[in-house]
């Protein structure tokens, strides 16, 4: 049965369905140690079917991920809420993994294949997993926080002198939305924490696959995103009154985060990656953290952000200097979509366009197809454009 159910989650071609390989795999979860998990259930075969099963310990690492990825693309209408109703037990089942050091090591093992081939012909596994896992934690954040934002809102204008004056119409609109933003909030802050607490996990030892150009900037935006949310000045619109009621707990959240960014901050990478992100980076925003974890008493955290904020200092600065130099780059010289000096142009076949491989392949990551005319589009398929190549390159010698 055990055999039948990992050979199932891998191979789409004995059981097609998605939900029913995932549903398979979600069995696994009653193998874990009782009260393991987002709800305490009783083992099935106890711990140490996970020590003991040699086809569980050379295949089930991949098996999860493969159906982790595989429920995203159900083409259902209802696959959005279904594929987050799946993977938090499959992230109960990793977290337990974790801890064997034989799972581990297959963890590993697909990182560092990620990473020495994350641009090549076939987008990695581990890479296309930890892409939906940032898919699902952004998703999940920013729901969370803006479903917080419009509980406080009806709040507020509860506890206003403005309540009374309201019609009962007026009055049931504010409360029927007020349900909405509640049921939104308590789900996906719920799912946030499960999220973002994988991503601190896997992000302690294994560091390299998501500092690669094509993931770095969308995780450190995110990360700078919720983190202004929760230390900046935003984070009054989220003092509802009763935290516990919507599964937000702040100060854990904000201790994740971080995390997170320490456990990435030694990589060149990630500190690079930070300051691009215009829209919620400053490094008031590292500072606004340290104070949070200072009242926290998380004294030895506070010392590593105090270094990651002087590595990210150093790149803010030598990064303007760059700016600077190769401002004002010729429009034939900038990546169509993001509109930045391209290092490693390459051309779309179906529609022509030259685009950086860095900014196509992270758009595949997601939807393989053309994004100017939507033809199908792997990988494999880019050609590498060596004359505009050798033309920036001899643009960028000469401004030097």
């Known amino acids: 049965m055990t055999m039948l159910n990992i050979a199932s989650c891998r191979n789409s071609k004995l059981i097609s369905n998605p939900h029913v390989r995932a549903k398979l795999a979600l069995l696994l979860s009653l193998m874990l140690p009782s009260g393991q998990g987002s709800e305490a259930q009783p083992t099935l075969s106890g711990e140490d079917f996970f020590y003991s099963h040699d086809v569980a310990k050379e295949h089930l690492i991949e098996a999860l991920l493969k159906v982790f990825i595989d429920i995203e693309f159900t083409g259902q209408s209802f696959q959005f809420e279904n594929k987050f109703r799946y993977r938090i037990p499959m992230y109960d089942i990793l977290e337990h993994l974790w801890k064997i050091p034989t799972y581990r090591a297959s963890i590993e093992l697909l990182s560092e294949q990620a990473v020495q081939s994350y641009d090549g012909s076939e987008i990695p596994l581990f890479l296309r997993f930890i892409n939906l896992m940032l898919n699902d934690a952004t998703v999940q954040l920013d729901e969370g926080l803006q479903n917080l934002a419009k509980v406080k809102e009806v709040e507020d204008m509860q506890s206003s002198q403005q309540w009374p004056t309201l019609t009962n119409e007026e009055r049931r609109a504010y409360l029927e939305r007020l349900n909405e933003a509640s049921m939104m909030a308590k789900n996906r802050n719920f799912l946030a924490m499960r999220t973002v607490r994988a991503l601190a996990m896997i992000t302690m030892d294994t560091r390299r696959p998501f500092v690669v150009p094509t993931l770095v900037d969308r995780l450190a935006a995110m990360l700078n995103y ?150 199908p589009l792997t990988p494999d398929m880019l050609v590498p454009n060596t004359d505009l190549r050798r033309k920036i390159e001899e643009w960028k010698a000469n401004r030097k």
């Open 226 to 375: 919720v983190l202004q949310h929760l230390v900046g000045a935003k984070r009054n619109e989220l003092k509802v009154k009763d935290l516990q009621k919507y599964n937000f707990n702040p100060k854990e959240l904000t201790k994740i985060l971080v995390a997170v960014y320490l456990n990435l901050g030694h990589e060149r990478a990630f500190c690079e990656a930070l300051p691009r992100d215009q829209r919620s980076f400053s490094m008031d925003l590292l500072h606004q953290a340290e104070q949070v974890l200072r009242a926290l008493r998380e004294e030895d955290m506070v010392a590593e952000l105090r270094h990651l904020a002087q590595r990210v200092q150093k790149c803010c600065d030598e990064m303007r200097v760059e700016e600077e130099r190769y401002e004002e780059a010729p429009e034939e010289f900038l990546d169509p979509l993001m509109s930045t000096l391209m290092s490693d142009p390459v051309v779309l076949p179906t529609s022509g366009v030259s685009m950086d491989r860095v900014n196509i392949v992270r758009h595949l990551l997601s939807d393989m197809s053309d994004p100017f005319n939507r033809q």
